[in-house]
């Protein structure tokens, strides 16, 4: 009864779910007003998968909505002509796994600030066809930002122009276009690459 007590008493446990582990049906019985469930038996740990679940799921969502928060108002800064170079590692770091909320607000803000050292991890958005048209979008605008300020690896040309003369939907092969417009090619690279663009459309046709 103490331990009830002092779980409801304290402010950051007053909303945590609470069990009892007892053999005693009587017991659980007793408590069943202040607790969320009782465990007399292997089988009920099952009960305990949906309220964990639905914890973890609220606390992904607040997670993802402050990071996306986050990423956008450290693009505004930038944009204002903030320094927020060290906060380019964390926006790097949401490319991979995060949702586009977050990954697109923290790609813009990389493209007003990154360097040559996140453009790998933008390559990687915009040549992943399993991510939605807006994030590759949004990657291709970032890297051809990037390129405004630093210079990057030939790698990311290749990658570039494998997505511009792709079957990709308009806006990404756009996106992948504005970041070629930023590379010094010389006229012999330009030839070749609108004779592949020129070959795809072909084929499409």
């Known amino acids: 009864d103490a331990v009830l007590v002092n779980i409801a008493d304290n402010t950051a446990m ?5 069990f009892m582990l007892t053999e005693s049906e009587a017991i659980g ?3 069943a007003d202040r607790l969320a469930g009782v465990i007399s038996d292997v089988a009920d740990i099952s009960a305990l998968d949906s309220v964990f679940e639905e914890n973890l799921t609220g606390d992904r969502a607040q997670a993802d909505r402050l990071a996306a928060h986050s ?3 450290l693009a505004e800064l930038a944009a204002a002509g903030h320094n927020i170079g060290g906060t380019l590692d964390a926006l790097a770091s949401t490319l991979a796994h995060r949702p586009d909320t977050v990954c697109i607000p923290a790609m813009h803000a990389l493209g007003l600030a990154g360097t040559s050292a996140e453009s790998a991890g933008l390559l990687a958005v915009l040549t992943d066809t ?8 949004a990657a291709g605008d970032a890297i051809a930002g990037i390129l405004g300020r630093h210079n990057v690896d030939a790698d990311s040309i290749d990658g570039l122009r494998s997505v511009f003369v792709s079957d990709a939907s308009l806006g990404v092969r756009s996106a992948a276009g504005r970041a070629l417009g930023r590379f010094s090619l010389s006229a012999e690279e330009r030839a070749d690459l609108m004779r592949r663009v020129r070959s795809t459309v072909t084929s499409a046709q």
């Not at 007053?14 to 609470?18: D, G, K």
């Open 14 to 18: 007053a909303q945590t779910p609470v």
């Open 29 to 31: 019985e007793a408590y």
């Open 71 to 73: 990423a956008q108002a």
């Open 130 to 137: 399993a991510r939605s048209d807006a994030a590759r979008s």
